[in-house]
């Protein structure tokens, strides 16, 4: 490993020495790792639960590093949660499809909705979750697959910020971009 | 949706009539969905705890479909896991490649578990974890990366099983292959 660089964060009492990698030409930037973690997950969990809207139905959010994030916080509010995937499964039936910007691979990814998860979403008050939010890219293609399910977004929220996100994110932690 | 059959299954009191999905050209099988079901997750984890190993110190998983249940596992037995991704990211280093072949997709897919991550198997016994085996060639690729990061597999748990695998896996529902 010749990453030397790291940066500390503590959520709920839980501290992390969180590793620094090199992203493209942006230089080295914090890297939030929650996949592989429990202890740090359910801290994010526990403090975000009360930044969620009181309204909020059904939270939303995208494979792969939020997945446990979005287990543990829709465990702690008992509200459903949908994942989004970023590849196509042979399962999916008339899946809804949307293209995001990526920062983290520098190519356009697309988000693969399945239909019969976005029934899940019509008439449903959302809640767009991710660990890390950054340009705000990622939040604003999951809004739109929102609407396009029938649904209506009633709040963004993620555990780390870093960046200056386009949509309005409650957040936990600001990260610096750059190291 | 044009799924009519389902496929009902109970694991410690929560039951889930699992959609059948046309696969290929073996016929409609029945879907196990965690993600986006904490309480199934949840379930499933609490009978899976008594089937690890004694001795086991670290529990290896593969994303996307068993990440919910991984951490549930782990939060319970207080060990960490690893999650090995199947696709490239650009924050890896020198990350370890294997090849699986892939049942649902049809074609091989590649396994990729960054060195960070790798090494944290090395000189522990490991437990492959997943949500579903069919054939276990996830599970022996799994393997695979474990022996090369310098670990030992002492056991393989799985929630379900859904054919004959070439490895010796526990589990706790035997699911049809064909419905």
């Not at 969180?18 to 493209?24: A, E, H, K, N």
């Not at 969990?45 to 494979?63: C, G, H, M």
Request: glycine share 8%; aromatic share 6%; hydrophobic share 40%.
């Amino acid at each position: 490993m010749t990453n030397s660089t790291t940066y500390s964060v503590t959520v709920n009492g839980v501290t992390r020495e969180l590793p620094s990698i090199q992203v493209g030409e942006m230089g080295r930037v914090p890297l939030v790792e929650l996949l592989g973690d429990f202890e740090f997950t359910n801290a994010v969990a526990d403090a975000l639960v009360p930044l969620l809207p009181e309204n909020a139905q059904v939270l939303l959010s995208v494979s792969t590093s939020s997945i446990p994030l979005a287990h543990a916080v829709s465990e702690r509010k008992k509200l459903p949660y949908v994942i989004v995937r970023k590849k196509r499964r042979t399962y999916m039936r008339q899946p809804l499809i949307q293209e995001v910007p990526s920062m983290t691979l520098g190519v356009n990814e697309t988000l693969w909705l399945d239909s019969r998860h976005a029934t899940r979403l019509k008439g449903q008050q959302v809640v767009i979750l991710t660990d890390v939010v950054v340009s705000g890219g990622t939040q604003e293609a999951l809004a739109k697959l929102v609407e396009r399910a029938g649904g209506t977004v009633c709040g963004y929220v993620s555990g780390f910020k870093q960046g200056d996100p386009r949509v309005a994110v409650q957040y936990l932690v600001e990260l610096p971009k750059v190291l």
